[in-house]
C-alpha cells in the first residue's frame, strides 16, 4: 500500500500501561509512525512478542505543550472522544498527516485538550469504551479507507 502521509497516535493521562502496549502493538501493525502518552509513562511488558520498541517509537511527554512542540509540522491534532460536536468516524476522512489524542479510561480528554484538537471524531454508540479498542478502531478505519482510495485510484487507472 502507499505509504504516503504518516501519523501518530497517543493516550493523555493513561489509568494503565496495558492499553498503552495494546495501543503500541496494534499502531505497529496498522502502520503508524509513532505513538505517544502525555502525563504518564509506559513500561514495557513481557508480552510485547513483536518487539514493537525496535520499529515505532513512543514518546513521554508530561505536558500537551510539550507534546505540540514535538509534533511533526502540518499534523493537525484528532481527538478522538464522546462529544456532541464530534464527526461520526464513519463519514470521517483522515488527514494525510494526523496526530490521534485519546483521553484518559475513565474520563476522556481534558476540557485542555478538546481545545488543542483541530477535529474531534467520535466512535458509534453512546458510552466510553477501552482507551486502546478506541484506538485500534481509529486506526483500522484509517486503513481500511486509504487502502480503499488506493484501489480505486488503481482501477480508475
Excluded at 40 to 63: G, L, M, N, S
Excluded at 97 to 103: H, I
Excluded at 122 to 141: E, K, Q, T
Amino acid at each position: 500500500m502507499n505509504r504516503r502521509g504518516f501519523f501518530g497516535i497517543g493516550i493523555e493521562h493513561t489509568k494503565t500501561h496495558q492499553n498503552v502496549g495494546t495501543l503500541w502493538r496494534t499502531a505497529h501493525l496498522l502502520g503508524a509512525s509513532f505513538v505517544f502518552t502525555v502525563g504518564r509513562r509506559y513500561k514495557q511488558q513481557a508480552t510485547d512478542t513483536f518487539k514493537t520498541t525496535r520499529h515505532v517509537p513512543c514518546w513521554h511527554f508530561e505536558t500537551l505543550d510539550q507534546l505540540r512542540d514535538h509534533c511533526p509540522l502540518g499534523a493537525p491534532f484528532v481527538g478522538i472522544e464522546l462529544d456532541p460536536t464530534a464527526e461520526p468516524i464513519g463519514t470521517y476522512e483522515h488527514p494525510q498527516q494526523a496526530v490521534y489524542l485519546l483521553g484518559a479510561e475513565d474520563h476522556g480528554l481534558s476540557n485542555e485538550a478538546r481545545r488543542r484538537c483541530h477535529r474531534l471524531i467520535v466512535l458509534p454508540g453512546d458510552r466510553s469504551m477501552n482507551v486502546a479498542v478506541a484506538g485500534s478502531i481509529v486506526m483500522f478505519d484509517r486503513w481500511q479507507k486509504r487502502a480503499g482510495r488506493i484501489e480505486r485510484a488503481v482501477a480508475a487507472e
